[in-house]
């Protein structure tokens, strides 16, 4: 097995990954159940989808209404998950419309559309796959959008000293992460929260725009020990002018200073792809800073075991 850097790196050849949920079926709602590295796709895609009401799960609590009008898309990379598989055999029995995006597992064997995906990695470092096939199914990505994100991951993959100083900035400064997201992409910015999780093992705050000038903006001001967070906002290009407003006014009043971490491309695959790309790196170069292995998650595993 190679370095993790290998297995972020290979995004690239996810972005040619073609398969996709038949969105021409009838439903009247899409519930997205996913947890962790795997649910993280169906959060994303529920704040960019606006044609039908979708919501993403990642609980014990199931929705009244799931029945046959309901697209159901149940995601675990490893189709072992326990919350994922009693979900999706809920949904089964509702008569929901079920699809699975996974790699095997029980959740393969239960459901019959199911995206076969490979086997052998991260589940968190396999967001390609789990996430083109919800992008392409729905009309949100199509062949020149994922051409586009492919070439600028391309980039960041030649170059990305700067992710490196983020990380080494956080380290050396012993700082911990505090992430500002922006509509349509706040669930971005969540998920570079839980790549500082996984792969640096480091506790990280996330919060998102215009929300938080509603809340966070007082202890962002005034709170205790303010030198322990290092505050990066995860932009793009085409971005509202109102949210960079908020954003510099905010830490005018509030008296902070922020990292800029801008995605790259006009489609919304670009962006999306290549925020994650960039947050991945910052959390590996953190990692290795920490002398912590990136990959390792067993703890989670163990959590597993001992809950089965
Ligand atoms: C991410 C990771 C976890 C899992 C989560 C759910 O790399 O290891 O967040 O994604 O425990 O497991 P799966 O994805 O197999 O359903």
Known sequence: MGDYLEEIIDKVKQMDFKDSIDFSLKFKNIVIFGMGGSGIAGKIFQDLFTKFPVISIDSYEF??????????????????????????????????????????????????????????????????????????????????????????????????????????????????????GFPPYKYVAYRLKTQFNENSKILAYWSYFPELNHNDTMPLKSTYRKELFYFIALTYPNINEIYLKRLKITSEICDFNYKEVRAMGESLASQIYTSIHQGDLISYYLAKRRGVDPRDVNIIEELKRRLS
């Not at 029945?67 to 159901?72: G, P, Q, R, V």
């Not at 079920?98 to 396999?126: C, D, F, H, Y």
Request: glycine share 8%; hydrophobic share 35%.
């Open 63 to 180: 929705p009244q209404y799931i029945d046959e009008n309901t697209l159901f898309i149940s995601i675990s990379y490893s189709g072992n998950t326990e919350e994922t598989i009693r979900a999706t055999d809920m949904a089964i029995k509702k008569g929901a419309k079920v699809w699975a995006i996974t790699s095997g597992g029980e959740l393969s064997k239960m459901v019959k559309n199911v995206i076969l995906i490979p086997k052998g990695l991260q589940p968190r470092s396999s967001i390609g796959y789990l996430l083109n096939p919800l992008l392409l199914g729905s009309g949100l990505a199509d062949d020149d959008s994922l051409k586009e994100a492919k070439e600028n991951i391309e980039k960041l993959n030649r170059e990305h000293e700067e992710m490196k100083i983020i990380a080494d900035e956080i380290y050396y400064g012993n700082k911990i992460p505090a992430i500002f």
